[in-house]
């Protein structure tokens, strides 16, 4: 997902959705994937709009690829964008693009922010109110990876669609 522009006409926009579920494949013969991003500008309403396009991506998915997505993965890759949005609108300053991506039986889930620092997994705590929220992401994921590039940092989560 390509996003440019200044931070304020992303806040005038509010969110930019592209979609790239394709059909037929690229021209290079490969196969389609079904692969969706959008840009959220970081505000509050920003978590319930990922949860949201996640379903609907999930929706397309069954629709136009016919693959089995079980209610259960639907409703774990909601709660997984849910928690990796709310992390990067909590702590990261400005926009953040979320990428979703249906490739060998998984929801592969892409957060970008522009926080350089990588999230820690703090201990487990039954005392501790909140921080919870990785705790909870790497329990429901089969892997979970923080990548640091030039800019931010790129966390990427990937969520059994046969749960």
């Known amino acids: 997902m390509d996003w440019t522009g200044s931070p304020d006409q992303l806040k005038r926009e509010r969110t930019r959705t592209t979609d790239a579920v394709a059909r037929d494949g690229d021209a290079r013969g490969e196969a389609a994937v079904p692969r969706a991003g959008a840009c959220y500008d970081g505000a509050p309403e920003s978590i319930a709009a990922a949860r949201s396009f996640t379903a609907e991506f999930l929706t397309r998915v069954r629709a136009v690829f016919g693959l ?96």
Do not use: F
């Not at 300053?93 to 979703?100: E, F």
């Not at 249906?102 to 926080?115: H, Q, S």
């Not at 705790?135 to 030039?150: G, H, K, N, R, W």
């Open 68 to 163: 089995q997505v079980s209610a259960e993965a639907t409703a774990t890759s909601q709660l997984v964008v849910s928690e990796l949005v709310t992390n990067a609108c909590k702590y990261a300053p400005g926009p953040c693009l979320l990428d979703l991506e249906v490739t060998g039986g998984l929801m592969e889930i892409t957060v970008w922010d522009a926080n350089p620092v990588p999230p820690v997994v703090c201990g487990t705590d039954p005392g501790r109110v909140g921080r919870h929220g990785l705790e909870i992401v790497l329990a429901l994921c089969e892997s979970l990876d923080i990548t640091l590039p030039p800019v931010g940092k790129r966390i990427t989560a990937r969520v059994a669609l046969a749960r």
